[in-house]
């Protein structure tokens, strides 16, 4: 059998993007004295990259490695004390591994979801829904990487996220049952993972823990929080047992582990020698 992968065509993409053959050449050969839309253009590229379409032309336009830096989008960092501790632990990793392999990091705005960055070699998302991660990956023709998160194409993409399911069962003593406490992620699906791993979950808007929702539960339950200010909240609460999850914490969220992952992958898809493995979790 014939396991060659077949070579992707000029037609192929004008037929995904429903433009003509013309147009698409156009795009991949830069002819800027052809009116050409930017959503078409971006349709065009989205396609040319996700397909694997290649030729000198497109092999430049799509070149990556040459700026030397990679981009950390984080709109959710300082959202709570819980949240800035956990970011900057993870990206003063993050800055340092980068830093082994010849890239510096650089914080970005929200200037990614519209257009594309033309200074960077890659972009790690850090808790954002997938509509918007699906909106940086229109605009971005490098490697994405999204980080507490989940995004819809993991052929295309890779994702980072704590293993919540080993949290628990680190948690757990004989015959007890293990609670969630956290503030809720961007991604709803995300949220939903964590449910799965926890007998019960508790999500905190705002400051202050729900009130009355540990009344009915076991007396013997474990909380674990996402965070040490949550936990030193849930530590008020008499005969509760409570441990946190966050970077040093009574269960380590693995900050430098993270780094390392998401650097590695960065190097790698920059190089396209990534790795099969797309839904990555680590404790």
Request: include cysteine.
């Amino acid at each position: 059998m014939n396991n060659k992968k077949k070579k992707v065509t000029i037609k192929d993409i004008a037929e995904a993007c429903g433009v003509s053959t013309a147009t698409v050449s156009y795009v991949v050969n830069g002819r800027s004295d052809q009116r050409i839309s930017p959503e078409t253009w971006k349709r065009v590229m989205h396609e040319v990259h996700l397909m694997g379409y290649e030729s000198s032309a497109v092999a430049k336009a799509l070149a990556t490695g040459n700026s030397g830096v990679v981009g950390l989008f984080a709109p959710n960092a300082a959202s709570s004390p819980d949240e800035a501790h956990a970011f900057a632990a993870f990206a003063r990793e993050l800055s340092s591994r980068l830093d082994q392999r010849g890239y510096s990091l650089r914080l970005i705005d929200d200037s990614c979801v519209s257009q594309t960055i033309e200074t960077l070699d890659a972009i790690v998302a850090m808790n954002i829904d997938r509509l918007t991660f699906w909106k940086i990956g229109f605009n971005c023709f490098y490697p994405l990487i999204c980080v507490d998160g989940i995004v819809d194409d993991l052929f295309l993409f890779y994702q980072i996220n704590t293993d919540f399911a080993r949290a628990a069962a680190a948690a757990g003593r004989p015959g007890s049952q293990v609670c969630a406490v956290l503030r809720p992620f961007a991604e709803p699906r995300l949220n939903r993972r964590v449910e799965d791993s926890f007998d019960f979950t508790c999500f905190v808007e705002g400051e202050a823990i729900p009130e009355g929702f540990f009344a009915d539960k076991p007396r013997d339950m474990v909380c674990v929080a996402l965070g040490r200010c949550l936990a030193e909240q849930l530590g008020r609460v008499p005969g509760l047992k409570v441990l946190s999850l966050c970077p040093g914490g009574d269960i380590e969220l693995p900050a430098a582990r993270k780094a390392e992952t998401v650097a590695s992958l960065v190097y790698d898809t920059i190089r396209k020698r990534a790795g099969a493995e797309h839904d990555i979790r680590l404790l």
